[in-house]
């Protein structure tokens, strides 16, 4: 069975302040970790994927395989950032479905 | 490029009704997914098709619920009869295929609420 959880369902913060969202997984096998992001009144899309290892609008993510962590980091955030953040997780051994969080609600504060 | 179009944007129905859902996936795309996303959830996978056979339906209520991609490009979701736990969004999304990770691309969704 493979699961993602975000502890986090709020998080607000000031323009310029660093932010974490944080997601832990569950997955027997390798893992693809995701992250999604949906602003206001838009579709649901691709932030960024962690086999890419890039950093999309000062977004990184590391995948962390011994704390089953895929944490999304900036180092200041800007007002533009607010949007709902979804981890998602996909593997080989179940045709790549994706397993989504529950999400977490980002706010930037001016 | 267009995205992938869903329709209704919105429907409201009576509990024990009928309702469908219509997803048109992004062209060339192999794979085609419904996902259900009730609040404050993330979207959850009902079923996932590669061209018109069916991958996965595991998580699919398939006493209630019944989609088809004919053809391999379209498809309709169904819902007959409908119960209250069923309001939602139901997000349709596409992606190249199934076999390696590609990115999947959302529709806007279809709000369902079911009174």
């Known amino acids: 069975a493979q699961r993602v959880t975000q502890p986090e369902k709020l998080l607000s913060v000031f323009k310029g302040a660093p932010v974490e969202l944080k997601c832990n997984y569950s997955y027997s096998g390798s893992p693809e970790l995701f992250w999604y992001v949906q602003y206001s009144r838009q579709r649901l899309q691709l932030l960024l994927r962690h086999i890419s290892r890039e950093s999309i609008k000062g977004f990184t993510a590391d995948l962390n395989k011994g704390e089953t962590s895929f944490h999304l980091k900036k180092p200041f955030a800007q007002e533009e950032d607010s949007a709902m953040y979804y981890c998602a997780l996909s593997g080989r051994g179940s045709n790549y479905k994706l397993t989504f969080g529950k999400g977490t609600l980002l706010t930037v504060n001016p | 490029e267009a995205g992938v179009a869903q329709s209704p944007r919105y429907k409201i129905i009576e509990k024990r009704q009928s309702v469908a859902f219509w997803c048109n996936p992004i062209s060339g795309h192999a794979t085609l997914y419904w996902y259900q996303q009730i609040l404050g959830q993330g979207p959850k996978l009902l079923i996932q098709f590669q061209n018109n056979g069916v991958v996965d339906d595991s998580q699919l209520p398939k006493d209630r619920f019944s989609a088809e991609r004919l053809k391999g490009v379209d498809s309709t979701l169904k819902i007959q009869p409908a119960k209250l736990e069923d309001s939602a969004v139901y997000l349709c999304?596409?992606?190249?295929?199934?076999?390696?990770?590609?990115?999947?691309?959302f529709g806007p969704g279809t709000r369902l609420t079911v009174t």
């Open positions: 999304a596409s992606s190249l295929e199934a076999r390696v990770p590609y990115e999947q691309y």
